[in-house]
Antibody, heavy 117, light 104 residues
Framework: EVQLVESGGGLVQPGGSLRLSCAASGFTFSSYWMSWVRQAPGKGLEWVANIKADESDKYYVGSVKGRFTISRDNAKNSLYLQMDSLRAEDTAVYYC??????????WGQGTLVTVSS | SYELTQPPSLSVSPGQTASITCSGDKLGDKYASWYQQKPGQSPVLVVYQGTKRPSGIPERFSGSISGNTATLTISETQAMDEADYYCQAWDGKVFGGGTKLTVL
């Protein structure tokens, strides 16, 4: 069974940093592109970043470029999102998602990031 | 930037057919997907590549695409289908604003 479990969310002040983790199991993690998708409270879904299976390619939505860094450790079956220079508008539930057949086939339960003073 | 447009809400009676539309420039070329999200839960993929249904998704969920419009059709709608539905274009990974489906 595919499982994605996010962790690392919490309350952080504007300008601060946070590192999210996603532990994957139930599939060959090193074979798949992975993404982070977020959802602000009461709002819709927004793709944030993704990373190729071998970490050779990474892409970001414009609003986080230069502030967020996606990475992975295939030996640990883990995906990460380093978030720096956080802003109030980054407040959201962050989901880890596995990419399959031009879609997000599996999602984690999400972790809440709140940016507030 | 690329945009996808969905109706904000749709109401349907139990047993009836619900059709949710999603429009975007050349959407037919961008591998449209649909996700169902119930309150407090993570999204679930219900249609991918425009018309394909993942294993475990009931047959009453189907997708179609024509030109600039993708449509998610839910036949014989049940109370359990009440949720927010999001379309997505894989090119750019853009999501639509979501449609709240009410079954009453």
């Amino acid at each position: 069974e595919v499982q994605l479990v996010e962790s690392g969310g919490g309350l952080v002040q504007p300008g601060g940093s946070l590192r999210l983790s996603c532990a994957a199991s139930g599939f060959t993690f090193s074979s798949y592109w992975m993404s982070w998708v977020r959802q602000a409270p009461g709002k819709g879904l927004e793709w944030v970043a993704n990373i190729k299976a071998d970490e050779s390619d990474k892409y970001y939505v414009g609003s986080v470029k230069g502030r967020f860094t996606i990475s992975r450790d295939n030996a640990k079956n883990s995906l990460y999102l380093q978030m720096d220079s956080l802003r109030a508008e980054d407040t959201a539930v962050y989901y880890c998602a596995r990419e399959t057949s031009n879609s997000f086939g599996y999602w984690g339960q999400g972790t809440l990031v709140t940016v507030s003073s | 930037s690329y945009e996808l447009t969905q109706p904000p809400s749709l109401s349907v009676s139990p047993g009836q057919t619900a059709s949710i539309t999603c429009s975007g420039d050349k959407l037919g070329d961008k591998y449209a997907s649909w996700y169902q999200q119930k309150p407090g839960q993570s999204p679930v993929l219900v249609v991918y590549q425009g018309t394909k249904r993942p294993s475990g998704i009931p047959e009453r969920f189907s997708g179609s695409i024509s030109g600039n419009t993708a449509t998610l059709t839910i036949s014989e709608t049940q109370a359990m289908d009440e949720a927010d539905y999001y379309c997505q274009a894989w090119d750019g990974k853009v999501f639509g604003g979501g449609t709240k489906l009410t079954v009453l």
